[in-house]
């Protein structure tokens, strides 16, 4: 059986300790403050500035990561002799796994006799990075790289992202919401309840009336899908650390869920849904 190396990239929201840890290797996205030359790594400045300098009026933006880059990552690996399986952020969201396919393409007529697959998990965020943590605890178990791919491919849909944003004026200049309906929402407290659908798009689902609505909403979507009750749980949040613990708490209370990681969402998620931005991933039914 030949060995291989899983990576994934920095829009999977976990600290680059935990990715060490399971042996993950990752490709880091780069992004940019309005106004600067300067390209930041999440490893680069802490999630508490990048949203402080948010809530001081500073916006960014992502960078498109190139084909070399990938390529620059994935070749030591296979020139070792080892396969690379990259489990990528969403399609539906970024062109990252468009350049990791290219570049797997590449090097699979670089080194014919390795192996080079890079997956579209149709997933961000810490639901991209839960799927990581399955393809690692699969390898764990002797499955193969052509069973782990195939396995991502046959139950991405049944990762389940759930969140919501504090504040309308972020989902405003991504284009997400009209600037009618972000003042008009401001105005009345509007709440809006997102996932990503079966494209790896962001949708929004429901509008509801105040803060505590919506984590309500939360909760009643890990009821309604989960397909075990006492399953995983990742949560990521965005500076709002107490919130995202309280959720932890009646997830444990209500449901018995096991909620092994909370988690910092980084710049790739953060500079679009901005601070106050909570979220919950879990295998569910469908998404």
Known sequence: MNDFVIF?????????????????????????????????????????????????GDTGKTAAINIETFKDAFRPELAEGRDVLYLAFSSGLSNTYNAGRLAAEELSEEFPDRRVIAVDTLAA?????????????????GKTIEEIARFMLENR???????????????KRGGRISPTS????GVLNIKPVLHVDDEGHLVN??????????????????DELAIEKDGVVYICQ????????????????????????????????????GPGTIAVFFMGKNK
């Open 182 to 185: 972000a003042f008009v929402g």
């Open 157 to 171: 849909n049944n990762m389940c992202h759930w969140f919501t944003v504090d504040d309308l004026k972020y989902l």
């Open 238 to 273: 965005a500076d709002c650390k107490d919130e995202a613990d309280e959720l932890s708490a009646s997830l444990t209370e209500k449901f018995g869920a096991r909620v092994e990681i909370i988690t910092d969402i980084g710049a790739v998620i953060g500079l679009h849904a």
């Open 205 to 222: 689902v429901l509008k509801v009336r105040g803060r505590r609505a919506a984590l309500g909403e939360l909760l009643k979507k890990y």
């Open 8 to 56: 994934t990239d920095s829009g999977c929201d976990l600290a680059a300790a935990i990715l060490s840890d399971w042996g993950v290797k990752e490709v880091e996205l780069t992004f940019k403050f309005s106004g600067e030359d300067k390209e930041y790594k999440n490893s680069e400045i802490s999630p508490k500035e990048i949203y402080d300098r948010m809530r001081g």
């Open 125 to 141: 965020s810490a639901g991209q990075g839960l799927l990581v943590h399955l393809a690692v605890e699969m390898k764990k178990d």
